[in-house]
Every structure is written in C-alpha cells, then in structure tokens.
C-alpha cells in the first residue's frame, strides 16, 4: 500500500464521478427511481432487526400473543416492498448504465475518428481497442453492481446506526470510537485499489494487442514456425494480466477480514460495556438484543461496501482512462476555406517535417519545394525511406508541417476546413484497406450519392469486372475481414474504383500497381492513365516503367529532392535517376 497520496489521487475520484454525471443527466429520472429503491431496500433490512424489540418486550416478555399474530402480515409485506425495491433499483440502475456505456463507447470511436494521425502511431491498436471494449465495462460495473450495493448497504449502515441510537445512545457511541479507523482502512484500500485497476488495465491491453497480432499475422506466424513464440510472448502478458487481478483480490480479501475484526472488537467492547449496572438496569431484553443485532448487521453491509469498493475504483480508474482520450485535442482544423472543387494546382515551400517524438535533428523532410499545376503529374522516385510517402501525407494534412508552406490553388492547406480538403483528394495505396461488406459497398465507401450504375462503371474502369462477373453474387460478394477471400491484386483493383468514382481533382497513388501481375498492371496502368486525365496527381512508384509519362519526376533522397525534370532529362542527366533506370533495365537504353 502507498504511504501519502499525491493532490491528483486525491482530488481523481471525486473529479471523474462529476464528469460521470453529465453522461447520467439524461436519464436522471430512471437513476433516481433506482436510488429510491435501493433506500427502500437498505430500510425495509434495518427495519426487521427494528422489529425484534417489540416482538421480544411487548409479545414474549410481555405475555401478548396478539402481537405475534399481527407480525407474520408485516414480515410478509415488508419483504414483499423489499423484493420489489430490489427488482426497481437493479433494472433502473443497470438501464441507466447501459445508457451511459453506450454514450461513452460512441464518443470514444467518434472521437479516434477525429485525432490526428500521430496520435495512432504512439499507441498500440490493442490500447485502444481496451478503451472501447474494457475500459468502457468497467465502467458499467462502477455504475450498476457497484453503484447499488454502495447505495443500498450504505443506506442498511445509516438505519441500524439509528436503532443503536435510538435504544440505547451510550452503547452505539462505542461504534464511532471505530469509524476512523475503518474509514482510514478503506482509503488505504481503495488507494491501492487504483494503483492495481490501471496496471490491470495495462495488461489488458497487452492481451489485446499480443492476440490482435497474432490473429491479423496468422499466416505468417505459422508459414515461419513462430507459434512457440508468440504462445510464449501471449503467456507473458496473459500471466501479467493475472499477477495484477491477483492483487486486486489480495488487497480485497485482506480488507475485508480486517474491517471485520474491528468491527468485532466494537462489539464486544459493547457486551463488556453493558454488563456495568448503570446501563444493564437500563436494558431490556428486547433492546439489548436489538443492540447487538445491529451491530452484527452491520457486518455484512460493511464486507459489501469493501467488496464492491474495489469494482468502484476500477470502474473509476477506467473512467479516468476513458475520459483521458477525451480530452486529447482532435486534428487541428481551424481553417475556414471551403470550395466545391478545386482546381488542384499544388505547392510545397521549403518544407520540412519531423515526425513527432523523433529525433527533430533529422527531419524526414529537409527544406522540400516543388510546384504542380493543375491537371500535371508529379512523380516521386527513390530508395525506400527516402521521404517519398511523406511528401504525399503532408498533402491531406495527415500530419502538419514542422516548417514552410503547403499550398492547393494558392490557398495554404491549413487555411481550409479539414473534410473539405480531404474531399479534393483521392488515394490508393500500397495497403488497401476493405471493409468486411459487398465489393460494391467498399467501392462506394463513403460516397453518399452514387447509384449502381456509377459502381459498376467505375468497376469496369478498374477492370475489376474480369475477376467480379465469375463470382455467384458478383458486386454484391462479401469480401471478409479487410478483403481476406480476395487477392492482393483484386483488393487493389477494388481500391482503385473507389478512387474512380471518388471523382477527386488531385490523385495520389502510393505503389498504386505494386500488387498486380504483369498482364493486370497494363490493364490497370491503362485505367489509371485516363483516371489521371485532367487532375493532378502525386504518384509514387518503385517501377520506373510507370511513371516515364510522368510531367515532372523528383527524385527524393534523404527527405531532399535532389534532382527533378523529365524522364528524358533525369536520363541525360546521369544521376541517381539514371542509375535506378540502369538497375530496373540493364543497359537496353
């Protein structure tokens, strides 16, 4: 256990539930019907051991059997309220957590859809995943099973805490000598409890991430022979994961007793107590065991709230790691240009770029300055890592600019509303991403106004159709998780559909062709050639084979473009352009 715990510990649990609240508000009238019910509960349990005073000093003591006669209807009834106020706070309580995991869970995906890209590359997918899947449930039990045993038992506390001060104020004084005590023990264990639930929440993302790639690798995990070990690395974090649950449950089973055995101690101080005549002369027998009843009583609401403290304090430790992801600032988007089209002429001005948490004394772009008219190509060649993928994130503001500018018609990028910038842009990449749904649906992913017809065109421009027309359903196959049933040159094909009936005014293609055979690559080089008509486009290319139409070719090397002109031109020049050609094709030209 911590020894002093920091002003930000102090202040973090009080601080989340108030940030809770909002997402309650909505469906205050279920919650508070549900807080009444669980009042009910807790009062209608201290309310039998009420009941033990008079049956035992006005029945037995007494002699009156027409009280025992009139009790059987009153337990009966009270169990009924009891059983109902149960039914009531536990439907209410757990609708209204429900409501508010739901509400969280959707802000926490909305909100990844609006953080910038860098926010993704320092984060493990497994992470973000247990925020939407795990953080968001512990929650849930913070709120539902937590929530109302908290309530409920804290309400049974206050009502036998009553009926000691009723009978016999004197004795239940003896109570308060421990309720430092206690209260002290809790805060050491809900410290601690914190402290775990975030360690806890770690290791869940460990198990995520370490299954996530197992999964998404599988073929190479098992083409290579590494099932040992990933089994050996998803045994670490798995048996991680259980070395922090299991400390969870040792500081909760420790707890417990311990709350216990004070608890015991107060009683019996009390028997002691009651055995001087000043106060045994003022007992009846009723009081006297409705006394030591409620002292017993209190035992169990008391191993409850210890219990469920634990559930409490990882629902708020996880709400705490929700509410984090929350308050990251989403992608700068302060611009206020918006057109309907540009025209797609592009600059770049002595840009540099770093990419963040690197070394910021080697940008991956040093001082870059190119200029593309409208409707040109501009083809980017060099080594892998030479800066070539970077130049064309830059462009749809994946990532900002360390230095310089970066124009479209004119306007600099950062003066445009984001999804109107993007909206001018259409990309097809190296690694095409699918959607588990129809070919057709991924080719008009996004694209809110399209008919059939327009899809199967662009279908046809990609000269996807050879392929789809031998398929039962055709367009309407499903394509698996992330195109799985397809191949690596069908799932581009698809990719570049998309892009065609995108309709954008700039183009960047990425390796647009790297997955296709020789016979598709012509065929799909044919369609990218009239794609490319009339737009400017930023292609990337390994296969200088390409790109020789290319209006204007950078050769980038190092994050500098260090050579730039025509295919002819680059040739005559004899420089690394030249000696690439030289690698590709020998000596033929």
Request: aromatic residues 8%.
């Amino acid at each position: 256990m911590s020894a002093k715990p920091t002003p930000m510990e102090k202040g973090q649990t009080w601080a989340t539930f108030k940030r809770l609240w909002p997402y309650v508000l909505p469906y205050r009238a279920a919650f508070v019907v549900s807080i009444l019910g669980m009042i009910t509960y807790g009062a209608v349990d201290a309310g039998m051991i009420w009941l033990v005073q008079p049956l035992i000093d006005n029945a037995l003591t007494a002699g009156n059997s027409d009280v025992l006669k009139i009790a059987p209807f009153i337990v009966v009834g009270m169990f009924l309220v009891r059983g109902s106020a149960n039914f009531v706070s536990t439907y209410c309580l757990a609708w209204v957590s429900q409501k508010v995991v739901q509400s969280m869970r959707q802000m926490v995906f909305e909100k990844y859809l609006n953080l910038p890209v860098s926010y993704f590359d320092t984060q493990s997918s497994g992470d973000l995943i247990s925020r939407i899947t795990y953080d968001t449930e512990q929650v849930a039990r913070a709120s539902s099973s937590a929530l109302v045993s908290m309530v409920r038992d804290g309400a049974t506390v206050i009502g036998l805490l009553f009926i000691m001060f009723y009978q016999s104020w004197q004795l239940s004084l003896i109570f308060f000598l421990i309720g430092p005590l206690v209260a002290w023990v809790i805060t050491l264990v809900s410290r601690r409890f914190r402290k775990v639930s975030k360690a806890i929440q770690k290791a869940m993302g460990g198990v995520t991430t370490a299954s996530e790639q197992m999964i998404k690798g599988h073929k190479n995990v098992i083409a290579f022979g590494g099932q040992a070990i990933e089994a050996e690395r998803f045994a670490k974090v798995n048996n991680r994961n259980r070395q922090q649950n299991m400390k969870l449950s040792a500081a909760q089973a420790i707890s417990q007793p311990v709350i216990q055995i004070i608890g015991s101690v107060a009683l019996g101080v009390v028997l002691y107590v009651a055995s001087f005549d000043f106060i045994f002369q003022s007992l009846s027998p009723g009081t006297f065991i409705t006394i030591v009843g409620s002292m017993m009583g209190l035992m169990q609401p008391l191993k409850h709230l210890t219990r469920v403290n634990a559930d409490f304090q990882r629902g708020i430790t996880a709400a705490h790691s929700v509410f984090e992801v929350l308050d990251t600032p989403n992608a700068p988007d302060g611009g206020s240009h918006k057109v309907d089209r540009i025209e797609g002429a592009i600059s770049f001005k002595d840009v540099t770029f770093c990419y963040p948490n690197t070394n910021k004394d080697e940008p991956a772009l040093r001082g870059v300055s190119l200029d593309v008219p409208p409707g040109k190509t501009l083809a980017l060649v060099g080594r892998s890592g030479s800066g070539k993928s970077t130049i064309s994130s830059l462009l749809p503001r994946f990532y900002d600019a360390t230095a310089g500018r970066i124009q479209v018609d004119g306007v600099d990028v950062n003066e445009y509303v984001l999804s109107n910038l993007r909206s001018q842009i259409a990309m097809v990449s190296q690694q095409v991403t699918l959607f588990n749904d129809t070919i057709a649906n991924n080719i008009a992913y996004a694209c809110e106004r399209c008919s059939r017809e327009q899809i199967e065109a662009a279908a046809e421009a990609a000269y996807l159709m050879e392929f789809v027309k031998d398929l039962p359903q055709g367009l309407d196959t499903m394509v698996g998780e992330n195109g799985i049933l397809l191949s690596g040159g069908q799932r581009q094909r698809i990719a570049i559909a998309r892009a065609i009936l995108r309709d954008a005014p700039i183009l960047i293609l990425d390796e647009a062709t790297s997955a296709l055979d020789t016979e598709s690559e012509r065929a799909i080089q044919a369609a990218l050639d009239n794609l490319q008509k009339g737009r400017t486009s930023v292609v990337i290319a390994h296969r200088l084979s390409t790109i020789e139409n290319a209006d204007i070719i950078m050769v980038v090397d190092k994050g500098q473009v260090v050579e730039q002109g025509s295919h002819q031109q680059l040739l005559a020049h004899g420089g690394i352009y030249s000696q690439l050609h030289q690698m590709q094709f020998g000596d033929n030209e």
